[in-house]
């Protein structure tokens, strides 16, 4: 018998290339705001410290430095890894130790470091997470395994690369509304369309950042939710999938089989159908990522999901609002804090605190994260719902 | 004794188990080897040591098929460290007409690749310690 649990508060770190800090001082930075809410230290149990790449600051043993770091030295703590999933990974972990009764209060912090490293060296690492035998010695790049998928998706579904565009400038028109957001700016649809190539089909605008950042939640079982809010935001659904190592080894690459999987998990999970989700926070590592995200996740039929960019039914005032927080592409994606900040940003939302008005996504009682890791391998959806 | 060393493609990863090292020691005869289940007659392309399904030790038999069609491919600008010397390159992954696929660069384009664009297997020496497979259109 499981206990439910919610979200009862959030906190997140400014993202960009942060010199200025180490990990350290990210994870203060978004925890701060949580203990000034009143969540001391006293009231946590445990922690779970989400930190993908430990390659790109040297840093072993993270969630020992962390949690000392944050006062938390005498609590238990762990860390998780699975690549870009490992926000919401660390979610899942740290639901299961509260909804078990192991625990009734846990920090989980997100944080990545990686601007410690030159882009051509974060790029050699990223392409260590391919297959160390088969890819990795013909250089199959992090953009490179979503290249493959978007020349095959082009192909199969005769996209125009300008669609891809469109959801670049979508995701950079709401980054320049998030304070918290790497690259804050707007950019045009054609100097998305014509910009610098990257791994042809796809562009530097159809690429995620090399971002430093953290975020942070705490979540808390049922009976104790009402000593720290009156907003809890309920875990109502989770959905994992996973995918083949190798991408030659799909049976598609215009859909991410994993993600289908957990995204039909999270729905029973929740009892909801994709009609019922109010906004989305998809893991737009890259452009053809996130269109791939609306047709997995139910959104859009295979091959239809350009209608949506097309009516822009995916903006704050659309149908299905995704990513309007700047999304990986223009908030930024430090590997560790993306999932915790996917469920920070939809926390927000149904607070009804977006920082800007015109980015704040009316009357949200269903919020769905999808959180993909690598090319897919890895893939978690949450699924929350408001709780007031 | 010791045996001169072999590594796949371009950039290297320096582990070389005894079955790879066979994989790589045929392939420097030109010969691209799979592997075959001896339990339960899986094949595999690349070749692994233990089969996927039964996890029983594979053995590696020839793959003879070098036609083939680009099921996808990617141009590579921006590389990672360890192939800035080589870019741009094309990687393609090939499709063959049993359905087994395989990813390598493709080497002598003179235009822009396309989907379903005939593929012809080939091998090469990149450099005294390196083999590969190729694509050639």
Redesign the interface.
């Known amino acids: 018998m499981t206990r439910r649990v919610a979200v009862v508060a959030g906190g997140h770190a400014k993202f960009g290339k942060r010199y200025d800090a180490t990990m350290r001082e990210l994870c203060a930075e978004a925890y701060k705001p949580i203990y000034d809410e009143g969540i001391t230290q006293d009231k946590i149990d445990a922690s779970v410290l989400s930190y993908a790449a430990s390659q790109f600051t040297g840093q072993g043993a993270g969630s020992a430095l962390i949690a000392d770091y944050l006062g938390l030295a005498d609590k238990p703590h762990l860390r998780v890894e699975s690549a870009c999933t490992t926000g919401t990974a660390s979610l899942r972990a740290a639901w299961g130790m509260v909804a078990s009764g192991l625990y009734d209060v846990m920090l989980v912090l997100g944080v990545e470091q990686m601007n410690r490293v ?4 974060a ?2 690492l ?2 260590q997470a391919g297959d ?10 992090f ?2 395994f979503y ?3 978007a ?2 998706y082009m ?1 199969e579904y005769n996209l125009p690369h300008e669609v891809l565009s469109m959801i670049a400038v979508k995701s950079h028109h709401y980054g320049a509304q998030n304070p918290k957001a790497h690259l804050p700016r707007e950019v045009s649809l054609e100097e998305a369309n014509n910009a ?7 562009n530097l605008y159809d690429c995620s950042l090399i971002t430093d950042g953290a975020a942070a939640v705490v979540i808390a079982a049922e009976d104790r939710v009402k000593e720290f809010t009156d907003e809890p935001m309920w875990i109502k659904g989770i959905g994992a999938g996973a995918s083949e190592m ?4 799909r049976s598609s ?1 215009t859909s991410i089989p994993g993600a289908k999987r957990a995204a039909k998990a999270a729905y029973k999970m929740a009892g909801l159908e994709p009609k019922d989700i109010d906004m989305a926070e998809v893991h737009d590592c890259f452009t053809i990522a996130e269109l791939i995200a609306y047709e997995d996740l139910g959104f859009a039929e295979p091959g239809k999901g350009r209608e949506i960019v097309e009516n822009k039914e995916n903006y704050h005032d659309g149908r299905i609002p995704v990513n309007v927080d700047g999304g990986l592409k223009s908030k930024g994606h430090p590997l560790g804090a993306t999932g915790v900040s996917m469920t920070y940003e939809i926390l927000n939302q149904m607070r009804g605190t977006a920082q800007n008005p015109s980015r704040q996504i009316d009357d949200v009682q269903y919020g769905l994260a999808h959180n993909v890791g690598q090319s897919g391998q890895f893939v978690n959806i949450f699924i929350f719902e408001r709780g007031w | 004794m010791s045996e001169k060393e072999l ?7 320096k ?1 070389v188990t005894p079955f ?1 090292r066979k994989f790589l020691e045929a392939l420097e005869q030109e010969k691209l080897m799979k592997s075959v289940c001896p339990n339960c007659g899986t094949e595999f392309l ?1 070749p692994r040591q233990h089969c996927q399904k039964c996890l029983s030790e594979t053995e590696l038999k020839e793959f003879t098929e070098r036609e083939a069609k680009l ?14 010397s ?2 741009p ?1 094309v ?1 393609a ?1 090939g499709e063959f007409p049993s359905g087994l ?5 493709i080497t002598n384009l003179t235009s822009m690749p396309e ?2 664009m005939p593929l012809k297997l080939a091998f090469d020496r990149v450099d005294e310690k390196k083999i ?1 497979y190729k694509w050639l259109v």
């Open positions: 030159s882009s051509a060296r790029t050699e990223m392409a160390m035998r088969w890819e990795y010695p013909f250089g199959i790049s953009p490179a290249a493959l998928m020349s095959r192909h610098v190539p990257i791994c042809r089909p796809l190798m991408i030659q080894d690459l | 590594y796949l493609g371009y950039a290297t990863d582990v790879f690349p099921y996808s491919y990617v141009i590579v600008d921006f590389p990672p460290e360890s192939l800035a080589r870019a390159y990687v992954i696929r395989l990813t390598a660069h989907v379903g590969t």
